[in-house]
T-cell receptor, first 113, second 114 residues
């Protein structure tokens, strides 16, 4: 039971490059989320998805693009990476909304030089 | 705007001690509150989820309480062990858009000394 996986685990890229972070879950959860974790800010929601082809912005969506063509995958793309996007990115999923837990992936540490 | 605060930011205790971690939030209109554990360089592991209608939840040596009216939650860890050393995060679920969203505190870094 793989659960929720993220790839790559570590990524170094240059300013202005496009980079895609992958998230895959094996539970067929409807809801998926992307967070970033920064010192002093905790975790902040970037985008979320309620189902395939349904996505919406979170607290800090600027500079990011998401898609969800399949229930199990939720990639996050930085269209033109900036140094301020250096962070640890976590993907999460949840079976339903309401009083249901979110389960988190191991994270991707992204450094933009 | 919902804000979540965790105090203390860091805590060091000797093994075997009972301890309490605190979480406070500014808006009592929440769906639930979730406590997570995060080990260095790792993801988040869900420890306990307290629904808005509940007062507490227990799992093994962990007990979490929720007082919505005062905007507070506590995580009680009994008989602490070195393996409990980690960062503990609380998050409240608020209503927004197509699903609830989690608002996180910045965590308490716990060190249990052998």
């Amino acid at each position: 039971d793989a659960g929720i996986t993220q790839s790559p685990r570590y990524k170094i890229t240059e300013t202005g490059r496009q980079v895609t972070l992958m998230c895959h879950q094996t539970w067929s959860h409807s809801y998926m989320f992307w967070y970033r974790q920064d010192l002093g800010h905790g975790l902040r929601l970037i985008y979320y998805s309620a189902a395939a082809d349904i996505t919406d912005k979170g607290e800090v969506p600027d500079g990011y693009v998401v898609s969800r063509s399949k229930t199990e995958n939720f990639p996050l793309t930085l269209e033109s990476a900036t140094r301020s996007q250096t962070s640890v990115y976590f993907c999460a999923s949840s079976a339903r909304t309401g009083d249901y837990e979110q389960y988190f992936g191991p994270g991707t540490r992204l450094t933009v030089t | 705007k919902q804000e979540v605060t965790q105090i203390p930011a860091a805590l060091s205790v000797p093994e075997g001690e009972n301890l309490v971690l605190n979480c406070s939030f500014t808006d009592s209109a929440i769906y639930n509150l979730q406590w997570f554990r995060q080990d260095p360089g790792k993801g988040l592991t869900s420890l306990l989820l307290i629904q808005s209608s509940q007062r507490e939840q227990t799992s093994g040596r962990l007990n979490a309480s929720l007082d919505k009216s005062s905007g507070r939650s506590t995580l009680y860890i009994a008989a602490s062990q070195p393996g409990d050393s980690a960062t503990y995060l609380c998050a409240v679920a608020i209503v927004g858009g197509a699903t609830n969203k989690l608002i996180f505190g910045t965590g308490t870094l716990l060190a249990v000394q052998p």
